[in-house]
């Protein structure tokens, strides 16, 4: 059974750094891994996945502020927005997305709620 | 970018009801379409993936279908436990993910 947990700050200060993790159980190789936000304005925006080869592909309208990484060894994903604003406050999940076809988030996280707040 | 409409945006509908919710794409996608349900405080939950194949463990009430740029989500007949907010999402090669406003599905 594939399970994700996100784990990170709750509040963020405008132009810092958001970082984010998600931590895998029942991790399997030749996946890719994504990040979604969703905000009450804009609904479910998809940020980016990452391969396990390490291979990234990030929304354009993010792609200059966003880095992810991937550890296999600790099972684990990383999200870096950087500068982020009031327009980044969103819950965000990591998702797994099975290959073929068309590539279906078929197990996600819980969320976790990030504020962006001075 | 491809762009994804879904109309409406929001319904009511009786137990037993029959609910259709479509999703529109800017340019031909293929079958390169998900469905997803999220209820209040809850992650998205996949149960239609390729425009019509249903997720394992989903039940049979929902289908869906359609491909190029036209495609339509169904509920059989609503049970309670079916509201929430449907959202389809297409893929058209990665960096292209894109999700639809979702339709709100209430009881009337």
């Known amino acids: 059974q594939v399970q994700l947990q996100e784990s990170g700050p709750g509040l963020v200060k405008p132009s810092e750094t958001l970082s984010l993790t998600c931590g895998v159980s029942g991790y399997s190789i030749g996946y890719y891994w994504g990040w979604i936000r969703q905000t009450p304005g804009k609904g479910l925006e998809w940020i980016g996945s990452i391969h396990d080869s390490g291979t990234t592909y990030y929304n354009p309208s993010l792609k200059s502020r966003v880095v992810m990484s991937g550890d296999t060894s600790k099972k684990q994903l990383s999200l870096k927005l950087s500068s982020v604003t009031a327009a980044d406050t969103a819950v965000y999940y990591c998702?797994?997305?099975?290959?073929?076809?068309?590539?279906?988030?078929?197990?996600w996280g819980q969320g976790t709620l990030v504020s962006v707040s001075s | 970018d491809i762009q994804m409409t879904q109309s409406p945006s929001s319904l009511s509908a009786s137990v037993g009801d029959r609910v259709t919710i479509t999703c529109q794409a800017s340019q031909d996608i293929s079958n390169f379409l998900n469905w997803y349900q999220q209820k209040p405080g809850k992650a998205p939950k996949l149960l239609i993936y390729?425009?019509?194949n249903l997720e394992t463990g989903v039940p049979s009430r929902f289908s869906g279908s359609g491909s190029g740029t036209h495609f339509t989500f169904t509920i059989s007949s609503l049970q309670p436990e079916d509201i929430a907010t449907y959202y389809c999402q297409q893929f058209d090669n990665l960096p292209l993910v894109t999700f639809g406003p979702g339709t709100k599905v209430d009881f009337k």
């Open positions: 998702a797994r997305t099975r290959p073929g076809g068309s590539y279906p988030f078929d197990y």
């Open positions: 390729d425009a019509s």
